[in-house]
């Protein structure tokens, strides 16, 4: 059973432009969770999306933002972007029943030059 | 929120040795699972345990929900097992379907 896809593995850009990241989920998980993770503030919680709905939100500015597809694939957009932005993005999926936790991609890493 | 502490920080440790690291937190949880955060940055599920004791190999953990606390037993280590090992809880009464991670233990073994 493949695991949690993220792409693109790496990415540079600079200051001001815009970055897509995409995420595939388990197949069959419908919750798909994103969180940002610097040497600064650790693994932070951006946001979750369950059925094309986003459920929850972290503590970030509105640049920062995401949708769900129909087939549970998640991409989040970061928008103008700043350096303090450069971090590993990492997505997780969830089935959201009990007994089953969150199982994560290998992130993309982001550098904001 | 919740608040999550690991201990120690950091650990060197000669390869073989055992060791055991520990995450508290503040308020009861419905989800605790320890993760390993390999050097390529992926965050890998060592073990779903909001509660008692399981085992997968060298590696064993306990959490004592009514406690608060849950430990991961590494035995006779191996350099592979070096990296990062994180904590994560989650709450389902609030509502935030989230994960709070600790800060983590970074682990090295040494040959």
């Known amino acids: 059973k493949a695991g949690v896809t993220q792409t693109p593995r790496y990415l540079i850009k600079t200051r001001g432009q815009q970055v897509t990241l995409s995420c595939s989920p388990i197949s069959g998980h419908r919750s798909v969770s994103w969180y940002q993770q610097t040497p600064g503030q650790g693994l932070q919680f951006l946001f979750e999306?369950?059925?094309?709905?986003?459920?929850n939100k972290g503590n970030f500015p509105g640049r920062f933002s995401g949708r769900q597809f129909s087939n549970s694939r998640s991409e989040m957009n970061v928008s103008t972007l700043e350096l303090g932005d450069s971090a590993l993005y990492l997505c997780?999926?969830?089935?959201?029943?009990?007994?089953?936790?969150?199982?994560f991609g290998s992130g993309t890493r982001l550098t904001v030059v | 929120g919740i608040q999550v502490e690991q201990s120690p920080p950091d650990l060197i440790l000669q390869e073989g040795a055992n060791s055991t690291l520990r995450c508290n937190f503040s308020?009861?949880?419905?989800?605790l699972q320890w993760f390993h955060q390999n050097p390529w940055g992926q965050l890998i599920n060592l073990f779903y345990?909001?509660?008692g004791t399981k085992q997968n190999g060298r590696l064993s953990a306990t959490t004592v929900a009514t406690e608060r606390y849950s430990l991961l037993y590494i035995s006779s280590s191996q350099t592979t097992d070096s990296g990062v090992y994180f904590c994560a809880v989650e709450n389902y009464g609030g509502a935030t379907n989230k994960l709070i991670f600790g800060t983590g233990t970074l682990l090295a073994v040494q040959p």
């Open positions: 345990i909001p509660s």
């Open positions: 999306y369950f059925s094309e709905t986003q459920r």
């Open positions: 308020d009861s949880v419905n989800n």
């Open positions: 997780a999926s969830s089935l959201q029943s009990r007994g089953y936790g969150y199982t």
